[in-house]
Protein backbone atom coordinates (compact mmCIF):
# COMPACT_ATOMS: atom_id res chain seq x y z
CA UNK A 1 0.00 0.00 0.00
CA UNK A 2 1.26 3.44 -0.99
CA UNK A 3 0.36 6.68 -2.92
CA UNK A 4 -2.61 7.55 -0.94
CA UNK A 5 -4.18 10.31 -2.50
CA UNK A 6 -6.62 12.33 -0.64
CA UNK A 7 -8.43 13.52 -3.94
CA UNK A 8 -8.64 9.94 -5.32
CA UNK A 9 -9.95 8.79 -2.00
CA UNK A 10 -12.91 11.42 -1.38
CA UNK A 11 -14.26 10.14 -5.52
CA UNK A 12 -13.61 6.18 -4.29
CA UNK A 13 -15.66 6.71 -0.67
CA UNK A 14 -17.80 9.15 -2.62
CA UNK A 15 -17.41 12.41 -0.87
CA UNK A 16 -17.62 10.75 2.54
CA UNK A 17 -21.04 11.60 2.71
CA UNK A 18 -22.42 7.58 3.62
CA UNK A 19 -20.60 6.01 6.39
CA UNK A 20 -20.57 2.39 6.35
CA UNK A 21 -19.53 -0.50 8.72
CA UNK A 22 -19.32 -4.20 8.81
CA UNK A 23 -18.55 -6.37 11.85
CA UNK A 24 -17.79 -10.50 11.23
CA UNK A 25 -17.47 -12.26 14.06
CA UNK A 26 -16.42 -16.27 13.63
CA UNK A 27 -16.20 -15.12 9.48
CA UNK A 28 -20.01 -14.05 9.60
CA UNK A 29 -21.99 -10.60 9.31
CA UNK A 30 -23.48 -10.26 12.34
CA UNK A 31 -25.83 -7.65 10.99
CA UNK A 32 -27.49 -10.07 8.49
CA UNK A 33 -27.69 -13.08 10.89
CA UNK A 34 -31.30 -14.74 9.50
CA UNK A 35 -32.05 -15.32 13.41
CA UNK A 36 -31.42 -12.45 15.43
CA UNK A 37 -29.71 -9.24 13.10
CA UNK A 38 -27.56 -7.24 15.41
CA UNK A 39 -27.66 -3.09 14.96
CA UNK A 40 -23.89 -1.46 15.46
CA UNK A 41 -24.32 1.99 17.33
CA UNK A 42 -20.58 2.94 17.95
CA UNK A 43 -17.21 1.46 16.52
CA UNK A 44 -13.52 2.49 18.19
CA UNK A 45 -10.78 1.05 16.73
CA UNK A 46 -7.14 1.64 17.80
CA UNK A 47 -4.39 -0.22 15.45
CA UNK A 48 -0.73 0.84 16.61
CA UNK A 49 2.54 -0.28 15.97
CA UNK A 50 4.10 0.57 19.60
CA UNK A 51 4.37 -1.97 22.44
CA UNK A 52 1.17 -2.39 23.18
CA UNK A 53 -2.11 -3.85 22.19
CA UNK A 54 -4.24 -3.05 19.56
CA UNK A 55 -8.30 -2.92 20.17
CA UNK A 56 -11.74 -2.17 18.91
CA UNK A 57 -14.81 -1.69 20.73
CA UNK A 58 -18.17 -1.82 19.56
CA UNK A 59 -21.98 -1.50 20.89
CA UNK A 60 -24.95 -3.93 20.02
CA UNK A 61 -28.37 -1.74 19.99
CA UNK A 62 -31.58 -3.52 20.15
CA UNK A 63 -30.38 -6.29 22.41
CA UNK A 64 -32.46 -5.40 25.69
CA UNK A 65 -36.08 -5.74 26.48
CA UNK A 66 -38.03 -2.80 28.29
CA UNK A 67 -41.14 -4.57 28.82
CA UNK A 68 -39.33 -7.74 30.25
CA UNK A 69 -35.96 -6.51 31.37
CA UNK A 70 -34.14 -8.83 29.93
CA UNK A 71 -31.37 -9.11 27.24
CA UNK A 72 -31.89 -11.39 24.54
CA UNK A 73 -28.96 -12.86 24.88
CA UNK A 74 -30.09 -16.16 24.16
CA UNK A 75 -30.78 -15.33 20.18
CA UNK A 76 -27.26 -13.82 19.54
CA UNK A 77 -24.74 -15.13 22.14
CA UNK A 78 -23.17 -17.18 19.42
CA UNK A 79 -22.02 -14.03 18.28
CA UNK A 80 -20.49 -12.62 21.59
CA UNK A 81 -18.93 -15.64 22.69
CA UNK A 82 -15.53 -14.66 24.51
CA UNK A 83 -12.90 -15.74 22.03
CA UNK A 84 -14.16 -15.73 18.81
CA UNK A 85 -12.65 -14.23 15.77
CA UNK A 86 -13.77 -10.57 15.02
CA UNK A 87 -13.13 -8.72 11.90
CA UNK A 88 -14.09 -4.92 11.30
CA UNK A 89 -14.61 -3.38 7.94
CA UNK A 90 -15.14 0.61 7.17
CA UNK A 91 -15.84 3.25 4.92
CA UNK A 92 -18.18 5.16 2.82
CA UNK A 93 -20.82 4.61 0.14
CA UNK A 94 -20.46 1.59 -1.44
CA UNK A 95 -16.45 1.07 -0.72
CA UNK A 96 -14.70 -0.33 2.54
CA UNK A 97 -11.69 -1.96 3.84
CA UNK A 98 -10.67 -4.01 7.03
CA UNK A 99 -9.28 -2.43 9.61
CA UNK A 100 -9.02 -4.65 12.55
CA UNK A 101 -8.81 -8.11 13.01
CA UNK A 102 -8.62 -9.68 16.65
CA UNK A 103 -10.61 -11.79 19.16
CA UNK A 104 -13.20 -11.41 21.57
CA UNK A 105 -11.62 -10.41 25.08
CA UNK A 106 -14.62 -9.39 27.36
CA UNK A 107 -18.23 -8.08 26.84
CA UNK A 108 -20.16 -6.39 29.34
CA UNK A 109 -24.03 -5.44 29.35
CA UNK A 110 -24.54 -1.60 29.97
CA UNK A 111 -28.52 -0.64 31.10
CA UNK A 112 -29.15 2.95 31.80
CA UNK A 113 -32.39 3.87 33.55
CA UNK A 114 -32.12 7.42 32.74
CA UNK A 115 -31.38 6.78 29.11
CA UNK A 116 -32.52 3.34 27.93
CA UNK A 117 -31.73 4.17 24.34
CA UNK A 118 -27.86 3.82 25.73
CA UNK A 119 -28.75 0.28 27.12
CA UNK A 120 -26.27 -1.76 24.80
CA UNK A 121 -23.90 -5.20 25.14
CA UNK A 122 -20.58 -3.80 24.21
CA UNK A 123 -17.94 -5.55 22.94
CA UNK A 124 -13.93 -5.83 23.03
CA UNK A 125 -11.56 -7.13 21.05
CA UNK A 126 -7.98 -7.52 21.27
CA UNK A 127 -5.22 -8.26 18.68
CA UNK A 128 -2.69 -11.46 19.05
CA UNK A 129 -1.15 -9.10 22.02
CA UNK A 130 -3.90 -9.78 23.99
CA UNK A 131 -3.14 -13.38 24.51
CA UNK A 132 0.39 -13.24 24.75
CA UNK A 133 0.04 -10.94 27.24
CA UNK A 134 -1.79 -13.69 29.50
CA UNK A 135 0.82 -16.09 30.20
CA UNK A 136 3.81 -16.23 32.82
CA UNK A 137 6.61 -19.00 31.81
CA UNK A 138 9.82 -20.00 32.97
CA UNK A 139 11.57 -22.30 30.58
CA UNK A 140 14.52 -22.83 27.84
CA UNK A 141 13.51 -22.63 24.46
CA UNK A 142 14.60 -24.90 21.66
CA UNK A 143 16.51 -21.59 19.80
CA UNK A 144 19.58 -20.06 19.82
CA UNK A 145 18.74 -16.66 18.49
CA UNK A 146 16.01 -14.31 19.24
CA UNK A 147 14.35 -14.02 16.17
CA UNK A 148 14.48 -18.23 15.91
CA UNK A 149 13.12 -17.39 19.80
CA UNK A 150 10.01 -15.51 18.24
CA UNK A 151 8.90 -17.69 15.71
CA UNK A 152 8.77 -20.76 18.28
CA UNK A 153 7.03 -18.39 20.50
CA UNK A 154 4.17 -17.27 18.01
CA UNK A 155 4.02 -21.48 16.66
CA UNK A 156 2.49 -22.14 19.80
CA UNK A 157 -0.99 -23.51 20.35
CA UNK A 158 -2.70 -20.51 20.91
CA UNK A 159 -1.47 -18.31 17.97
CA UNK A 160 -1.51 -21.33 15.65
CA UNK A 161 -5.28 -21.69 16.85
CA UNK A 162 -6.07 -17.70 15.81
CA UNK A 163 -4.46 -18.62 12.31
CA UNK A 164 -6.10 -21.38 11.68
CA UNK A 165 -9.32 -19.21 12.59
CA UNK A 166 -8.37 -16.93 10.26
CA UNK A 167 -7.67 -14.34 13.61
CA UNK A 168 -3.97 -14.02 11.83
CA UNK A 169 -3.12 -13.89 8.36
CA UNK A 170 0.37 -13.97 8.22
CA UNK A 171 3.73 -13.70 10.68
CA UNK A 172 6.78 -12.10 9.54
CA UNK A 173 9.79 -12.65 11.56
CA UNK A 174 12.75 -10.88 10.41
CA UNK A 175 16.43 -12.49 11.53
CA UNK A 176 17.46 -10.35 14.61
CA UNK A 177 21.66 -9.30 14.08
CA UNK A 178 21.98 -12.11 16.93
CA UNK A 179 21.96 -14.72 14.04
CA UNK A 180 25.21 -15.35 11.86
CA UNK A 181 24.65 -15.23 8.00
CA UNK A 182 23.51 -18.78 6.80
CA UNK A 183 21.20 -19.30 10.18
CA UNK A 184 23.68 -20.61 12.72
CA UNK A 185 23.97 -24.29 11.68
CA UNK A 186 26.18 -26.16 14.32
CA UNK A 187 25.31 -24.19 17.09
CA UNK A 188 25.39 -25.77 20.48
CA UNK A 189 22.46 -26.16 22.31
CA UNK A 190 24.11 -24.47 25.29
CA UNK A 191 23.35 -21.78 23.42
CA UNK A 192 19.53 -21.47 23.66
CA UNK A 193 17.73 -19.07 25.51
CA UNK A 194 15.38 -19.07 28.13
CA UNK A 195 12.40 -16.86 29.58
CA UNK A 196 12.94 -15.82 32.92
CA UNK A 197 9.37 -15.47 34.47
CA UNK A 198 7.80 -13.07 31.27
CA UNK A 199 5.14 -13.62 29.61
CA UNK A 200 5.30 -14.14 25.31
CA UNK A 201 4.76 -10.60 24.95
CA UNK A 202 7.26 -9.67 27.43
CA UNK A 203 9.80 -11.62 26.10
CA UNK A 204 8.95 -10.47 22.47
CA UNK A 205 9.12 -7.02 23.60
CA UNK A 206 12.49 -7.53 25.09
CA UNK A 207 14.00 -9.22 22.16
CA UNK A 208 12.87 -5.69 19.73
CA UNK A 209 14.37 -3.42 22.46
CA UNK A 210 17.29 -5.55 22.60
CA UNK A 211 17.86 -5.43 18.61
CA UNK A 212 15.90 -1.84 18.04
CA UNK A 213 13.09 -3.87 16.24
CA UNK A 214 9.33 -3.63 15.97
CA UNK A 215 6.43 -5.74 17.19
CA UNK A 216 3.00 -4.97 15.83
CA UNK A 217 -0.29 -6.99 13.98
CA UNK A 218 -2.17 -4.81 11.27
CA UNK A 219 -4.87 -6.86 9.85
CA UNK A 220 -3.95 -9.64 11.39
CA UNK A 221 -0.50 -9.40 10.48
CA UNK A 222 2.26 -9.98 12.27
CA UNK A 223 5.43 -8.55 12.02
CA UNK A 224 8.49 -8.16 14.01
CA UNK A 225 11.38 -6.47 11.74
CA UNK A 226 13.96 -3.67 12.17
CA UNK A 227 12.51 -0.67 13.75
CA UNK A 228 11.10 1.71 10.81
CA UNK A 229 12.96 -0.67 8.13
CA UNK A 230 9.51 0.15 6.06
CA UNK A 231 10.36 3.92 4.55
CA UNK A 232 8.47 3.83 2.00
CA UNK A 233 5.56 6.59 2.43
CA UNK A 234 2.38 5.44 2.51
CA UNK A 235 1.21 8.62 0.70
CA UNK A 236 2.21 12.36 0.61
CA UNK A 237 -0.38 14.58 1.84
CA UNK A 238 -1.73 18.19 1.14
CA UNK A 239 -4.01 20.64 3.23
CA UNK A 240 -7.74 19.40 1.66
CA UNK A 241 -11.16 19.08 2.62
CA UNK A 242 -10.88 15.60 3.95
CA UNK A 243 -8.98 16.93 7.24
CA UNK A 244 -10.86 18.04 9.82
CA UNK A 245 -7.76 19.46 12.64
CA UNK A 246 -4.89 18.76 13.28
CA UNK A 247 -2.36 19.37 16.00
CA UNK A 248 1.48 19.54 15.25
CA UNK A 249 3.77 20.46 17.29
CA UNK A 250 8.13 20.31 18.81
CA UNK A 251 9.36 20.13 22.21
CA UNK A 252 13.04 19.79 22.60
CA UNK A 253 12.56 18.43 26.26
CA UNK A 254 14.40 14.99 26.69
CA UNK A 255 16.20 15.34 23.49
CA UNK A 256 19.97 14.78 23.74
CA UNK A 257 22.49 15.37 21.22
CA UNK A 258 24.75 11.78 22.35
CA UNK A 259 23.68 8.49 23.70
CA UNK A 260 26.65 6.86 25.41
CA UNK A 261 26.31 3.02 25.96
CA UNK A 262 28.70 1.14 28.57
CA UNK A 263 28.88 -1.77 30.13
CA UNK A 264 32.19 -4.45 31.02
CA UNK A 265 33.61 -7.33 29.12
CA UNK A 266 34.07 -9.63 32.08
CA UNK A 267 35.70 -11.97 30.22
CA UNK A 268 38.17 -9.64 28.54
CA UNK A 269 38.54 -7.20 31.87
CA UNK A 270 37.83 -4.22 29.74
CA UNK A 271 35.38 -1.44 29.23
CA UNK A 272 32.82 -1.72 26.24
CA UNK A 273 31.40 1.60 25.67
CA UNK A 274 29.35 3.16 22.03
CA UNK A 275 28.69 6.64 21.38
CA UNK A 276 25.66 7.86 19.18
CA UNK A 277 25.49 11.45 17.95
CA UNK A 278 22.22 13.08 17.14
CA UNK A 279 22.99 15.35 14.17
CA UNK A 280 19.36 15.99 13.59
CA UNK A 281 17.78 19.19 12.97
CA UNK A 282 16.11 20.47 16.19
CA UNK A 283 14.20 23.77 15.11
CA UNK A 284 13.68 26.57 12.41
CA UNK A 285 16.64 28.79 13.90
CA UNK A 286 19.56 28.26 15.26
CA UNK A 287 18.91 28.35 18.84
CA UNK A 288 18.09 24.89 19.63
CA UNK A 289 21.26 23.51 18.97
CA UNK A 290 23.26 24.31 20.99
CA UNK A 291 20.56 23.63 24.18
CA UNK A 292 20.71 20.02 22.68
CA UNK A 293 24.11 19.29 21.61
CA UNK A 294 26.17 18.83 24.95
CA UNK A 295 23.25 17.27 26.46
CA UNK A 296 23.63 13.11 27.14
CA UNK A 297 21.78 10.36 27.96
CA UNK A 298 24.48 7.40 29.65
CA UNK A 299 22.64 3.85 29.63
CA UNK A 300 24.80 1.55 32.29
CA UNK A 301 23.76 -2.39 31.70
CA UNK A 302 25.34 -5.32 32.46
CA UNK A 303 22.75 -7.48 30.62
CA UNK A 304 24.73 -5.83 27.70
CA UNK A 305 27.56 -8.82 26.46
CA UNK A 306 29.25 -7.58 23.33
CA UNK A 307 30.27 -4.41 21.51
CA UNK A 308 27.25 -5.08 18.75
CA UNK A 309 25.08 -5.64 21.66
CA UNK A 310 25.47 -1.95 23.24
CA UNK A 311 25.27 -1.28 19.59
CA UNK A 312 22.00 -2.25 19.20
CA UNK A 313 21.03 -0.76 22.41
CA UNK A 314 22.87 2.65 21.60
CA UNK A 315 20.70 3.00 18.37
CA UNK A 316 17.67 1.78 20.14
CA UNK A 317 17.65 4.58 22.68
CA UNK A 318 19.30 7.05 20.10
CA UNK A 319 16.33 6.30 18.45
CA UNK A 320 13.91 6.49 20.66
CA UNK A 321 14.61 9.76 22.23
CA UNK A 322 14.97 11.48 19.18
CA UNK A 323 11.69 10.80 17.98
CA UNK A 324 10.15 12.83 20.97
CA UNK A 325 10.64 16.14 18.88
CA UNK A 326 7.55 16.17 16.67
CA UNK A 327 4.33 15.01 17.40
CA UNK A 328 1.35 14.96 14.57
CA UNK A 329 -2.22 14.34 15.91
CA UNK A 330 -4.71 14.41 12.98
CA UNK A 331 -7.81 13.72 12.40
CA UNK A 332 -9.49 13.01 8.58
CA UNK A 333 -12.94 11.77 7.31
CA UNK A 334 -12.17 8.28 7.43
CA UNK A 335 -9.89 6.47 5.87
CA UNK A 336 -9.19 2.70 6.27
CA UNK A 337 -6.29 2.59 4.03
CA UNK A 338 -4.59 4.50 6.42
CA UNK A 339 -2.34 2.36 8.60
CA UNK A 340 0.91 2.34 11.52
CA UNK A 341 4.36 1.77 11.24
CA UNK A 342 4.86 3.64 7.57
CA UNK A 343 5.86 7.10 7.29
CA UNK A 344 3.36 10.37 5.86
CA UNK A 345 4.61 13.13 4.19
CA UNK A 346 2.90 16.35 5.03
CA UNK A 347 3.21 19.18 2.03
CA UNK A 348 1.99 22.85 1.83
CA UNK A 349 1.63 23.15 5.59
CA UNK A 350 4.05 25.54 5.93
CA UNK A 351 7.78 25.89 7.38
CA UNK A 352 7.69 23.45 10.52
CA UNK A 353 3.95 22.11 9.65
CA UNK A 354 5.23 20.52 6.75
CA UNK A 355 7.36 17.29 8.04
CA UNK A 356 7.94 13.75 7.30
CA UNK A 357 6.05 12.21 10.44
CA UNK A 358 6.09 8.36 11.26
CA UNK A 359 2.38 6.78 12.22
CA UNK A 360 2.21 5.02 15.65
CA UNK A 361 -1.34 4.81 15.97
CA UNK A 362 -4.58 5.02 13.89
CA UNK A 363 -7.96 5.43 15.31
CA UNK A 364 -11.02 4.68 13.62
CA UNK A 365 -14.18 6.25 15.15
CA UNK A 366 -17.73 5.58 13.94
CA UNK A 367 -20.78 6.67 15.67
CA UNK A 368 -23.85 6.25 12.95
CA UNK A 369 -23.38 9.18 10.93
CA UNK A 370 -19.88 9.98 10.94
CA UNK A 371 -16.69 8.27 10.66
CA UNK A 372 -13.10 9.53 11.10
CA UNK A 373 -9.92 8.45 11.47
CA UNK A 374 -7.08 10.18 13.46
CA UNK A 375 -3.36 9.44 12.89
CA UNK A 376 -0.84 9.85 15.58
CA UNK A 377 2.84 10.21 14.57
CA UNK A 378 6.11 11.25 15.54
CA UNK A 379 9.02 13.29 13.45
CA UNK A 380 13.04 12.74 15.26
CA UNK A 381 13.88 15.99 13.15
CA UNK A 382 12.29 19.06 10.93
Do not use: W
Request: overall charge negative; aromatic content about 12%; glycine content about 8%.
Amino acid sequence: MAGLDLDELFDKYEGYYTPIVRVEVGGKDISTDKKFPLTIGTISVEVTSDFKASIAEFTLLGTYSTSTGNFYTSDFKKNIFIGSTVTIYMGHGSSMTEVFKGFISGVNFEFDQADLESTCVRITAMDVKGIMMANNSSKRLKANYYSDAVKEILDNAPYQNLKNNDGIVSITVADTPDKPMGGGAGQSPDNRLEMVAESDYEFVVKAAKKFNFEFFSVGGNIVFRKAKSNTQEIGQFFPHASIIRYNIGYDITGVVGEVRVRTLDIGKASKIEVKKKNSNKFSLGSKAKPLIKDQTFVYIDSAIESQSDAQNRAEYILEETSYRLGTLNMTLRGIPELVPGRFIVLKNFGDGASNKFYITDVIHEFSGYEYTTTIIGKASTL
